[in-house]
């Protein structure tokens, strides 16, 4: 909201260089209020709360020792990012700019949907008790209802990435200088983000579980690989792939997105197979998973279909018109196939807008 206000109070009277400045203090401003907000709150909870260092905690020590590996582990699709931005800067001119506005949306899904079922999965998933076994049951069962909340949800985001990229980039972006044809180059980037759209955003929910087993080693050896592993297919794919093919190197920049996706789904992989180690095997069922692609698919197709339909329609005109086919056709499809995600999605939905006044 800081930076929304920020744009529409200052942005008229000031050059592009100085809005950028403000713009910076704004989301400083809006983290610090972002903190505020929530301190009464707290403190209603907590009215002998008296913030204080023991370093001697054991409690206190555990957390300095776990925050390294954390902050690293969960900030690996930063660093990817800001690795594929680096190439990005060697390509023709215009590349950096779109993968700029591609990250930002492709990092939505996984800002919503998974990093907030994993947030809010972590403190139960390390509340099991009981025997190893027990404790693991524990564990796979909640694991199991995550994957499927995050899944039901990004499924459609990779395909609307993959088939629907452009009426998402113009309905954001499409106005002044950036052009339909902007948009399509900016659709090529996030076609590349749907390739590891869900494998990133299942990750977070694995590495939650090995939090929960107070083991935050494993999670940084596979982030760690993810990077070493992004880097090296992002040269490759932006770089001597685009030349190999014959076509223009400024499409080398979807090859970075396409290259971060595959490498996450290798960390995937690698974080899948360790926990099954741990706790024994864990994963959506089949026949779900099959379900929510088709689903998706489906959806996808209709709405690529209606988008010719409506092509003379003003950018957010055509994205209403063809982001609500989508939408519409994926929970009814879901909702026929009786996914419990899609009547639990619909009913909280339903709630809200009653207790709306």
Known sequence: ??????????????????????????????????????????????????????????????????????????????????????????????????????????????????????????????????????IAAFLRRRLTAGLRRIAFLVVPSAVAFLLLGDVVTALLYQSGRFHYADAVYVWSILAGSAVGLVATSLGRLYSSAFYALLDTRTPLRFAVLRVVLATTLGYLFAFPLPHALGIDSKWGVAGLTASAGLAGWVEFVLLRRALAARIGPTSLPPAFTVQLWTAAFIAGLLGYAAKFAVSPAHPQIRAALVLGIYGLVYFAGTSLLRIPESTGTLNTARRFLRLRP
């Open 1 to 134: 909201t800081a930076m929304i206000l920020a744009l529409i109070v200052l942005g008229p009277r000031n050059t592009e260089d100085r809005l950028a400045i403000d713009l910076g203090w704004a989301f400083v401003l809006g983290a610090a209020l972002q903190f505020l907000v929530q301190l009464p709150s707290v403190l209603k909870l907590l009215p002998d709360f008296r913030p204080r260092l023991d370093a001697a905690s054991p409690h206190v020590r555990a957390v300095f020792r776990n925050f390294g590996p954390i902050f690293i582990s969960r900030g690996v699709v930063q660093i990817s990012a800001y690795i594929d931005q680096m190439f990005a800067s060697l390509l023709p001119t215009g590349a950096f700019a779109a993968l700029r506005y591609g990250q930002v949306i492709a990092i939505l899904p996984v800002s919503l949907f998974s990093m907030s079922v994993s947030a809010a999965e972590l403190p139960t998933l390390s509340s099991g008790i009981g025997s190893a076994e027990e």
